[in-house]
């Protein structure tokens, strides 16, 4: 592991969720102010697969959304530092989400996420999705502190 990789303890300092609702294992490389990779291993116990679906689990295309949101996350709490208190960013846009193959138990998923543009403490990003090499989904998302007036 290179000196920008960070293991859930360390993504839990950042980020406020928890399981079962922390969606990213740890983060590969980041790029402050620009890019982040994460990744999640997929594991036949995910709560989820209980009810999506009996007899043939596939991730909610809105889990790999909000995983996508939480790297984002990471990144733009690395990029602005030590802020006090540290603001909670919200999932308030999803933009052009392409769900291409469905992602199943014992997937690792690499979530690629860049930063489009940031106005107003509001970011936006591009984000891929990857199972084995392939882009299995891809969207725009924005992500705005809880105080933000929107």
């Not at 983060?27 to 679906?53: C, N, R």
């Not at 990471?74 to 540290?86: Q, R, S």
């Not at 138990?105 to 106005?119: A, E, L, N």
């Amino acid at each position: 592991m290179n000196d920008k990789s960070l293991d859930r303890i360390e993504i839990m300092k950042l980020l406020p969720h928890r399981d079962p609702f922390l969606h990213i294992d740890r983060i590969v490389d980041y790029e402050l102010g620009e890019s982040i990779i994460a990744e999640k291993i997929i594991k036949p116990s995910e709560p989820y697969f209980e009810g999506h679906f009996p007899g043939q689990p596939i991730v909610p295309g809105v889990i790999i959304i909000e995983a996508m949101a939480q790297a984002g996350g990471v990144l733009g709490h690395l990029t602005v530092g030590d802020i006090k208190p540290k603001p909670i960013y919200y999932l308030v846009g999803v933009e052009k989400a392409r769900f291409r193959f469905p992602v199943h138990p014992g997937d690792t998923i690499k979530f690629d996420v860049k930063v489009d543009r940031v106005i107003k403490g509001m970011w936006r990003y591009n984000c891929i999705a990857e199972v084995r090499g392939d882009i299995s989904v891809q969207a725009k998302i924005m992500c705005a502190p809880s105080d933000l007036k929107l």
